[in-house]
């Protein structure tokens, strides 16, 4: 880029923001031990620069865990975000972000705008977002997330992804039925082989005497990872058993923010984080993999049963760091339908992002119009 082209970057401003609802229809519902999804209820942030350049990304609403709902996010981006961020300068991230904290909370609205004003940024430059955060576009080896469901169906759907997409590494929601959990992880080792990679989430869903007892199996079994398996405060507890097995215990709702990772850490109660770019943007995703790294702690990217365009986002971001384990960024599947022109592809267990600025989706003004609920 020419000296005029640095100029003309330096000299963008936000110009609009806006929140699109939409309701897409999945191939199933996704279930887990706190709750449900059976649509897609989500909103489309499209955030508009003074030359015309466009970024877009995904603010799944999740009531039970943030306490946000598609209604909710719809009114705090018109009505309080849009306005406070407007004509603030495209590339001044910590002006923005002192603008959205001027409102508390609210992790999915603010992650959104965050995203989407990097999506913006990556296309005014002609770079893919995973350029923009130091990184590389590349590959993506994901897991298969198994929802809830009888030993039987959990099986037959493991066998057909591997069939399909030739998934290599699982994760299994549990939390809600020991004996049902020791079936299903059984039944799944000998279905997949010793290679294949084994993570369980319980959604807190244990208590600490529970995990404490059903470690043994996890460890011969060779699980990889425990993603947050006890309710999220007990840290005492969550230290407890992690000074009791070897298997990572991985924080999720625990770390929802980046002071939520660095109290987890220094209290030694996690060996692993999950990242989840929906709750915590790009800025503070990155925040929390400085953390990470300071306490030789691995990361990885997690979903919010992202689909397309939060799957892409969090993939580019994915794309900037070294990860131990398999992504779950493939919730995308799920989806019947979307709003974006590309399409996103998984093959040999691995996610394939289209090649272009930004993170190489543009929305479809027909799907939007045929999906928007306002």
Known sequence: MNSNGYAACRDLAIRSVEAIPVAIPMVRPIKWARGEIKTIENVIVVVTLSDGTQGIADAPPRPTIYGETQQSLVAVIRDHFAARVQGLNAFDIPRLWSALEAIAWNPAAKAAIDMAVFDAQAK?????????????????????????????????????????????????????????????????????????????????????????????????????????????????????????????????????????????????AIRSVVIKCARTGYTQSRQIIALARSYYTPAHNGTQ??????????????????????????????????????????????????????????????????????
């Not at 493991?158 to 939390?175: D, I, L, P, S, T």
């Not at 049963?305 to 131990?324: L, P, R």
Request: proline letters at 5%; aromatic letters at 6%; hydrophobic letters at 40%.
């Open 124 to 268: 005014r430059l002609g770079v893919s977002c995973a350029q923009l955060l130091g990184g590389t576009l590349k590959p993506l080896t994901v897991n298969w997330r198994l929802s809830m469901a009888a030993a039987a169906d959990m099986m037959r759907e493991a066998e057909r992804m591997m069939e399909r997409y030739g998934f290599r590494a699982f994760k299994v929601k549990c939390g809600v039925d020991r004996a049902t959990d020791r079936e299903v992880l059984t039944a799944l080792r000998k279905l997949v082989g010793p290679e294949v990679e084994i993570a369980i989430d319980c959604n807190q869903g244990y208590s600490a005497q529970d995990l404490l007892e059903m470690t043994p199996l996890f460890e011969e079994l060779g699980i990889a990872l425990i993603e947050e398996p006890i309710p999220a405060r007990d840290g005492k507890g969550k230290l407890l058993c992690a000074q009791r097995t070897r298997i990572p215990i991985s924080g999720d709702d625990s770390c929802m923010t980046p002071d939520d990772v660095r109290d987890q850490l220094e209290l030694g």
């Open 305 to 374: 049963a992202d689909m397309h365009i939060g799957t892409a986002s969090a993939a580019h971001f994915a794309c900037s760091y070294d990860a131990v384990h398999a992504h779950e960024v493939s919730s995308f599947l799920d989806a019947a339908d979307h709003v974006a022109r590309e399409e996103l592809r998984i093959e040999s267990g691995r996610l394939f992002i289209p090649e272009g600025p930004g993170i190489g989706l543009t929305l479809d003004p027909d799907k939007v119009k045929r999906y928007r609920v306002d």
